[in-house]
């Protein structure tokens, strides 16, 4: 990496997660995500790596109707975004695990959920180009991302989390932007009155601070 500079880097370190006898991923990922944090930091902490971590946790959360998991048991994110997310590429597909190859698709009926959720959280967000091109999701996405544009999200941005339920997760972004996934339609009083929605969906909803 010192040799080359790169303008970005980006590193594919796609171990599974680990598993509990019920065949569900187990609720603690930490020494998952932390390998991918080793593995930055061992060449230099320059480049990024692939959140892989954050992918699966998400997609057995949505899959399982599991939304606990998205909240780790210090409070924060249970992906690499939780620890250093200005290194980690957040995805909800890639050509490897969606696409022709589908080796670890994300459920078709939940992909607009991931996208909320890696569009308005911490880390490099990146837009699978099947989904974006060919799914019919490019207004969806766009709006999703114009948001982040918009509030000035980026990779280092702080997330609380105000609801972590089976069906129901709720964050609030620097205090700009609040996020919602999950099937549970009535969120009560965890969005407060200042907050104006600004796009929304099957399953999630985003506001924006006024």
Known sequence: ?????????VGEIWNPLSY?????PNYDQDGHRRELMEWV??????????DF???????????EGELWRLKDSNGGPPGMIGLLPENAVTFVDNHDTGSTQKRWPFPSDKVMQGYVYILTHPGIPSI??????????????????????RNGIKASSTVRILASDPDLYVAAIDDKIIAKIGTRYDVGNVVPTTFKIATSGNNYAVWEKQ
């Open 1 to 9: 990496m010192g040799n080359t500079r790169p303008d970005f880097a």
């Open 41 to 50: 930091k061992a060449v230099g902490g320059s480049a990024t790596a692939f």
């Open 128 to 149: 699978f180009y099947d989904h974006f091109f060919d799914w019919g999701l490019k207004e969806e996405i766009s709006n999703l991302t114009m948001i982040r544009i």
């Open 53 to 63: 971590t954050t992918k699966g946790i998400l997609q057995a959360a949505l899959v």
């Open 20 to 24: 509990g006898s019920d065949g569900k």
